[in-house]
């Protein structure tokens, strides 16, 4: 059974959305050949994972339609989802790892490739935000557990505790019954994963989660490599990706989105091919989900997964809406 995480159904949020419902899964096609469920393009714009991905767009569609910067956007954008007590693959409320900490992984990526990224961090709120100051304050592109919170504090991050009631009882239930196992399923993801193109057609992108609910402790996944969680070449296009981060870190998902979208393919088969790629490689794909997301230079989107469930929020002038993904299986 797919659980409320796995929101199968398409809704319609305004009266102008422009919805296509995918379910496609034919032939590969090149970008010229429009598959049905690509939509339309233009920008601003901007698009994320799953159905809090349309209240995390409305920050980020504050920051783009007053003519700012799509960096800030997808900032703004997934500090909603960050703050969001009831997500709880997210910040604040996210499930814990097997020991009972919260530990967040996150990174961002700017138009000119800059790209910044924090892993096994504990006691932040906004992890993304840190990640930004990784990308513009310091030399490198990642910091790590106690070193990133050493980092946040001295920027004036604040410690809090991030594990709320309804993510500790969470956690208290599954010891009695887990042995101490992580849990490795379909359901088990919320990630999300955000892309923005500006109106002077920049394109940044934003990905941000506590990972797998009761991981290992010190587990991290494939939501702040850069290359994995998320790519963005503003030549070419921007992709997310969310699921099992095991199966994008072995394949560099977002990577290979938007390589094949550079030789041609649209972002949708661009996300299918790389969902071909987990299938053909990792014999496990099948018990597993993984959902890619991605928009080209021009502001067409796409969406693929390895499994039903998958869907995105889109956000541009005439249209508001959540979309369904095409799966695989
Ligand atoms: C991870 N990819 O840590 C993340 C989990 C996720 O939606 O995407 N959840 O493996």
Redesign the pocket.
Known sequence: MLNRRNFISLSFLTAFSTILKSSFSGALLKADEKPPGDTEHGFPMVISTWKHGIAANEAAWQVLVQGGQSLDAVEQGVRVTEADPDNS?VGVGGFPDRDGDVTL?ACIMDPKGKAGSVTFLQHIVHPVSVARLVMEKTPHVMLSGEGALEFALQNGFRKEDLLTDKARKAWEEWKEKSHYKPVINVEN???IGMLAIDKNGDISGACT?S??AFKMHGRV???PIIGA?LFVDNEVGGAV??????L?MKTLGSFLVVEFMRSGYSPREACRLAVDRIADKLPEYDRNQVGYLAVNKAGETGAFAIHKGFNYALKREDVNALLDSGALL
């Open positions: 693959s992984d993801h919320d990630t989660t990972g797998l996944g494939d939501s969680g990706a969310t699921g099992l981060g095991e994008v």
